[in-house]
C-alpha cells in the first residue's frame, strides 16, 4: 500500500467524463497515448507513429517506474506501459509497427520495469497473484507466460539487472541479489543490530474488512454491515493482551497512511487499522479514479469514515477513544475525519497534510490586491451609513 498523495497530473479538462466508466481523471492530463519510432525508415530526425491507443478508458497515459517508458528489447520490440483494459501492464510493438502484444495478462498492476543485459526479457514488480504485496517477475519481450523471481510474505521491487530492494513486516527495506535459486542480501549489516525486530508485528488480512464493492459505489453506514466498505484492511491487535481488554486501555487509532500498521501503538495497547481506501494505486483504473474522489469529491473519505463505523461496532474496542492519524494525503483525509465525524473521531494527527487543491489543480492564487480588497469591502460595508456603490 503506498502513503501520500495519489501518483496523477493534472487534467487539462476536470469537466469531461467517459461514458459507462469511471470519470476522466481531474489530476491528469488528456494526453494521447502513443508510440512512435524515430529514424525508421525515413532516416535521422524523422520519425512516424507505430501505434496509438484507443479512445476511452486508458487512453491516458499511465507512467510505469523505469529508466525509459519505452523499452527497447532484442529483435527489434519495443516495450511499454498501457492500461487500455483498465490495469497498468506492459505490451510490446515491433519497431516497424503491427500489433501491440500484452505481456502481462490479468487483473493486477506493474509498477516498476527493468531490461537487463541482453534485452531479451523484461523483469518487472507487480501484485499478480498477491494483491497487497509486490514481488518480482520476467517475461520475454517478445511474450510469453511471466515467470515468478519472488514470492512470500514480504515485498520486492525497484530490480535492476539482478539486484532489488526487499522489505517485510519486520525489516525495512534493503537491497538484494537474486540467486539462481532464491536470493541473499547484499550487506546484511545494513540493518543494525539494535533494530527492534522482535517488537515488530505483521498486520492481520484475513477477513478482517476484507470486502469489494463496486468502484463507484457509495458507502453505506450499518454496524450490522461492518459498514467499512474498503478494497483492503489490515488491523492489529494489542500483543500480550486479551482482546476483549484491548480497546479500553488506551486511544484506538485509525491509520490513513497505507503503510504497514506501525508496531509501536499495538504494543502498547492500541487496536490498529490501516485503511486502504480507494484511489489507491494496485487495483486498477476503476479504483484509482474512483467515482468523485480528490477534489472532485473526496468519495475516499467514505472508506475511512465506514472503517471508523467498524471500529466502533468491535467489542473490544471503546467508541469514545477512537482517533485517526496520517501524513501527506492522509492528513488531508484525517483532517477531513475530524471535521465531517467529530462525534466518531475524538481526536487526530494531521503531519505535513495536503490540503490546497488550488496548488495541485495548477489554479493560480489571487494577487495580493484582490485578496486585500476582498478582505476589507465587507468591513466597509458593515459600517453604519455604508453605501454599496460597486
Avoid at 108 to 129: I, K, M, T, Y
Avoid at 186 to 214: E, N, Q, W, Y
Wanted: proline share 9%.
Amino acid at each position: 500500500m503506498v502513503a501520500g498523495w495519489p501518483q496523477h497530473r493534472l487534467h487539462s479538462n476536470p469537466e469531461q467524463w467517459t461514458a459507462g466508466r469511471s470519470p476522466a481523471s481531474p489530476f491528469r492530463r488528456a494526453v494521447v497515448h502513443r508510440v512512435a519510432s524515430v529514424g525508421v525508415p525515413s532516416g535521422p530526425g524523422t520519425g512516424r507513429e507505430l501505434w496509438r491507443a484507443s479512445p476511452g478508458p486508458g487512453s491516458a497515459f499511465r507512467e510505469v517506474t523505469a529508466r525509459n517508458q519505452l523499452l527497447w528489447a532484442d529483435g527489434g520490440r519495443i516495450v511499454f506501459p498501457w492500461e487500455g483494459d483498465g490495469w497498468t501492464h506492459l505490451y510490446s510493438i515491433p519497431a516497424d509497427g503491427g500489433k501491440p502484444t500484452l505481456l502481462t495478462p490479468g487483473a493486477f498492476e506493474v509498477e516498476d520495469v527493468d531490461l537487463p543485459a541482453g534485452n531479451r526479457e523484461v523483469v518487472f514488480s507487480s501484485n499478480q497473484g498477491d494483491t497487497d504485496r509486490r514481488h518480482l517477475w520476467k517475461v520475454a519481450a517478445g511474450g510469453g507466460t511471466p515467470v515468478a523471481l519472488t514470492s512470500g510474505t514480504g515485498i520486492e521491487w525497484s530490480p535492476a539487472a539482478n539486484a532489488f530492494l526487499r522489505s517485510d513486516a519486520q525489516h525495512p527495506a534493503h537491497p538484494a541479489i537474486r540467486l539462481d535459486t532464491g536470493f541473499r542480501d547484499l550487506d546484511p549489516a545494513a540493518i543494525p543490530s539494535d533494530f527492534p525486530l522482535p517488537h515488530m508485528v505483521a498486520p492481520a488480512t484475513g477477513g478482517l474488512l476484507r470486502r469489494r464493492r463496486p468502484p463507484h459505489s457509495r458507502t453505506t453506514f450499518s454496524a450490522a454491515q461492518q459498514a467499512a466498505q474498503t478494497r483492503a484492511g489490515h488491523g492489529l491487535l494489542p500483543r500480550r493482551i486479551a482482546p476483549t481488554d484491548a480497546g479500553r486501555l488506551a486511544l484506538h487509532v485509525l491509520l490513513l497512511q497505507r503503510l504497514h500498521a506501525q508496531p509501536v501503538p499495538r504494543n502498547c495497547g492500541y487496536v490498529v487499522l490501516s485503511v486502504n481506501y480507494r484511489s489507491g494505486t494496485g487495483y486498477g483504473l476503476d479504483f484509482r479514479e474512483a467515482l468523485n474522489y480528490g477534489a472532485s469529491g473526496g468519495s475516499e473519505y467514505n472508506d475511512v469514515q465506514g472503517a471508523g463505523v467498524y471500529l466502533r461496532s468491535r467489542a473490544d474496542v471503546d467508541p469514545a477513544r477512537i482517533g485517526a492519524w496520517g501524513g501527506s494525503y492522509g492528513g488531508y483525509l484525517t483532517a477531513m475525519a475530524l471535521a465531517r465525524a467529530s462525534d466518531l473521531f475524538r481526536a487526530g494527527v494531521d503531519f505535513h497534510g495536503v490540503h490546497n487543491w488550488a496548488t495541485e489543480l495548477g489554479i493560480p492564487p489571487p494577487s495580493p490586491t484582490i485578496a486585500w480588497r476582498s478582505k476589507l469591502r465587507p468591513w466597509r460595508l458593515s459600517r453604519p451609513g455604508a453605501r454599496r456603490c460597486c
